[in-house]
């Protein structure tokens, strides 16, 4: 469906061709229907009829030098107001400026400390890390120690034992000689 702005320009086109732009010109290019055709190509056509009325008037050269005063007096106006709403719009932007720039440093800051943050949280678990290396071979080398304490243990208890097997064996050796002894002994004194 064609829009009011569409109709209008290609009215104006087909006026500028030297065609005549009617609601079946407009309706065969743009499409739509006549009812909303005819009611803007007649705005135009009324629009038209009055800017040729108006470029047909002829306006006193006083006129005209005071419509011409009067249009440079309002377009300095409008200028001052445009170049306040300028300057205006430069201090916003500005302001603007100045607080995405304090924003960014708030955000470089907030980025500068999570990353010391970080750095140190690292540092702590490479410490820590290193810390538990050391504890496990700490751990490794107490094992080795115990398992070799046990077995010098074992060592120690089968040498007592062996020990005390010998010191068993020779007190019975002992005890075999000192009879033996006392048998001479009294074989001696009985002979004697």
């Known amino acids: 469906m064609a ?11 087909l006026a500028a061709d030297g065609q005549q732009p009617t609601q079946n010109a407009i309706r ?12 803007i190509l007649q705005e135009w056509r009324a629009s038209r009829e009055e800017s040729s009325q108006l470029a047909a008037i002829e306006v006193p050269d006083e006129v005209a030098a005071a419509l011409t005063e009067v249009g440079a007096r309002v ?11 300028h300057d ?12 995405a720039e304090q924003a960014d440093e708030e955000h470089a800051e907030a980025i500068e400390v999570i990353e010391r943050e970080r ?13 538990a290396r ?11 120690d115990v398992h070799e304490a046990e077995a010098a243990r074992a060592d120690a208890v089968a040498a007592k034992a062996a ?8 007190r019975d050796h002992l005890a075999d ?16």
Do not use: C, Y
Not at 119 to 131: G, S
């Open 3 to 13: 829009t009011k702005e569409e109709i209008l320009a290609l009215a104006d086109e």
């Open 177 to 192: 000689m000192r009879q033996t002894v006392e048998r001479l002994t009294a074989r001696q004194d009985d002979a004697a």
């Open 75 to 85: 377009w300095r106006a409008a200028r001052r107001q445009a170049e306040l709403g």
């Open 119 to 131: 750095d140190e949280a690292l540092a702590q678990a490479d410490a820590a890390e290193a810390r």
């Open 28 to 39: 065969t290019r743009l499409g739509g229907s006549f009812s909303t055709i005819g009611p």
């Open 88 to 99: 205006e719009m430069r201090r916003s932007l500005a302001v603007a400026n100045a607080r």
């Open 134 to 144: 050391t504890a496990e071979a700490q751990i490794e080398q107490l094992r080795r």
């Open 163 to 170: 020990a005390e097997a010998t010191t068993n064996g020779l």
